[in-house]
């Protein structure tokens, strides 16, 4: 069975520090992988997905099939940056169903 | 466009009582996930309805039912609740049922006591 694995459950930067949030998971296919964020009083959404390579909010993210990892990073956080990251994974199989992270709660600070 | 809506918003139930949760999905959209979310974890898949028919189960009891309609929108029925079964209940929807992009409701907040 698939498993996403999120080490930190809070990660604290100051504003303008380098950001990476960890996700490591396990699966024995080729998943599809992504990150998803709620902001606070907001909505979980879709923050990038690794197969689109796209850069988000200044947030990218790579996927490291050697090292089952697909961290997320930014060079310089920004206080709105502070919310709820959730990786997460999905099997590839046409259906678009995921499993998630516990997730990683980042707080920038002025 | 209001986008997902769910409600109630927030609801206590007994445990053993059964328990119907409702969703109306994006406009345009034709898929509804559902998703548990209990307190410090991330969201576990319950099931996926298209077309009427549920089409993908996570790993839950067959005390987990769903439907949908054919507006589209979704319920998921819990019977004889248990003190676990206590979480946020997500709901997503997607234009078919392989379309990552979810756009997910606010939740239903469901207590058993």
């Known amino acids: 069975a698939q498993r996403v694995t999120q080490p930190e459950k809070l990660l604290s930067v100051f504003k303008g520090a380098p950001v990476e949030l960890k996700c490591n998971y396990s699966?024995?296919?080729?998943?599809?992988l992504f990150w998803y964020v709620q902001y606070s009083r907001q909505r979980l959404q879709l923050l990038l997905r690794?197969?689109s390579r796209e850069s988000i909010k200044g947030f990218t993210a790579d996927l490291n099939k050697g090292e089952t990892s697909f961290h997320l990073k930014k060079p310089f956080a920004q206080e709105e940056d502070s919310a709820m990251y959730y990786c997460?994974?999905?099997?590839?199989?046409?259906?678009?169903?995921?499993?998630f992270g516990k997730g990683t709660m980042l707080l920038v600070s002025p | 466009d209001a986008g997902v809506t769910q409600s109630p918003t927030h609801l206590i139930k007994t445990r053993g009582q059964q328990v119907t949760l409702r969703c109306s999905p994006k406009s345009g959209h034709d898929t509804v996930s559902w998703y548990q979310q209990a307190l410090g974890q991330g969201p576990q898949f319950i099931f996926q309805y298209y077309e009427e028919e549920e089409r993908q189960r996570g790993n839950f009891p067959d005390r987990f039912s769903g439907h949908q309609f054919p507006n589209y929108s979704s319920e998921l029925n819990v019977n004889a609740l248990l003190l676990g079964d206590s979480a946020l209940y997500l709901c997503?929807?997607?234009?078919?049922?392989?379309?990552?992009?979810?756009?997910f409701g606010s939740g239903t907040r469901l207590t058993v006591v």
């Open positions: 997503a929807s997607s234009l078919g049922p392989g379309d990552y992009g979810y756009t």
């Open positions: 690794h197969i």
């Open positions: 997460a994974l999905s099997e590839n199989s046409g259906y678009s169903t995921l499993t």
């Open positions: 699966y024995s296919g080729s998943p599809e």
